[in-house]
């Protein structure tokens, strides 16, 4: 099952998610693309979490081996729960942006989630609305060197292929997030901890925004959050 994470229409509030904090940009690409509308989801999940049940155990002080399970679920809730506040991809997924339309010119568009590893393919709508995938020879990426939002743009002497009316006419499918628990952070392992510890202990009365709430949490994913363009 995809997991959904955003889903876009016009106007900053959306868009901005697709946003990093403003940077040097290369001749390649100049311009942020702001499609009018997107979706972002999961379509496979990380097979590994940045932290295990153990860990949970030990800074929860849970002794019973009762509630292994739950305590697996919990643990995938808390990642879910730090990769929604910091707009990053902790472990390694697989995510599909569908966009209304390609960039115009210069501009580029952005891969959310952070620690861009591939693009998998872009599939598009043609005018017949029959689907095609776009060779690899028409755009150039830019995953960055600090982890952070990638860039897919025009290459040079090439032209974006037109498309039909179908909506969401772009399909992106990549590969994001660290490729192993030991390469995560260790603010980032802690900020997990103490969303699972606080989601076993209150699971019987749930209240995200609390826990988001909590200045040790904030401080442990503030370096790592993936800002918005302003």
């Given at each position: 099952m995809e997991e959904a994470l955003w889903i876009g229409r016009s106007g900053r509030g959306a868009c901005d998610l697709l946003s990093r904090e403003a940077e040097a940009l290369g001749d390649m690409m100049t311009t942020l693309y702001r499609p009018n509308r997107?979706?972002?989801?999961?379509?496979?999940?990380?097979?590994?979490?940045?932290?295990?049940?153990?860990?949970?155990?030990?800074?929860?002080?849970?002794?019973?081996?009762?509630?292994?399970?739950?305590?697996?679920?919990?643990?995938?809730?808390?990642r879910q729960?730090?990769?929604?506040?910091?707009?990053?991809?902790?472990?390694?997924?697989?995510?599909?942006?569908?966009?209304?339309?390609?960039?115009?010119?210069?501009?580029?568009?952005?891969?959310?989630?952070?620690?861009?590893?591939?693009?998998?393919?872009?599939?598009?709508?043609?005018?017949?609305?029959?689907?095609?995938?776009?060779?690899?020879?028409?755009?150039?990426?830019?995953?960055?060197?600090?982890?952070?939002?990638?860039?897919?743009?025009?290459?040079?002497?090439?032209?974006?292929?037109?498309?039909?009316?179908?909506?969401?006419?772009?399909?992106?499918?990549?590969v994001a997030g660290w490729t192993s628990a030991a390469l995560v952070p260790q603010s980032l392992k802690h900020a997990i901890a103490l969303m699972a510890s606080w989601l076993y202990d209150n699971r019987a009365a749930f209240d995200m925004s609390k826990a988001e709430a909590n200045p040790a949490f904030d401080a442990l994913i503030a370096p790592y959050r993936i800002h918005r363009v302003s």
């Open positions: 997107w979706s972002l989801t999961v379509s496979v999940a990380p097979t590994a979490e940045p932290i295990t049940v153990a860990d949970l155990k030990d800074m929860a002080r849970i002794q019973t081996s009762d509630e292994e399970y739950s305590l697996s679920g919990i643990v995938t809730a808390a729960a730090v990769e929604n506040a910091t707009r990053r991809a902790l472990m390694t997924q697989t995510r599909v942006l569908k966009l209304d339309a390609f960039p115009a010119g210069d501009q580029y568009f952005e891969l959310p989630g952070g620690n861009i590893q591939s693009v998998t393919s872009i599939i598009y709508n043609d005018t017949d609305n029959a689907t095609q995938t776009l060779s690899s020879a028409v755009y150039e990426t830019d995953f960055g060197t600090d982890g952070g939002t990638g860039r897919i743009g025009l290459a040079p002497d090439q032209e974006w292929p037109d498309l039909g009316d179908s909506g969401l006419n772009v399909t992106v499918t990549y």
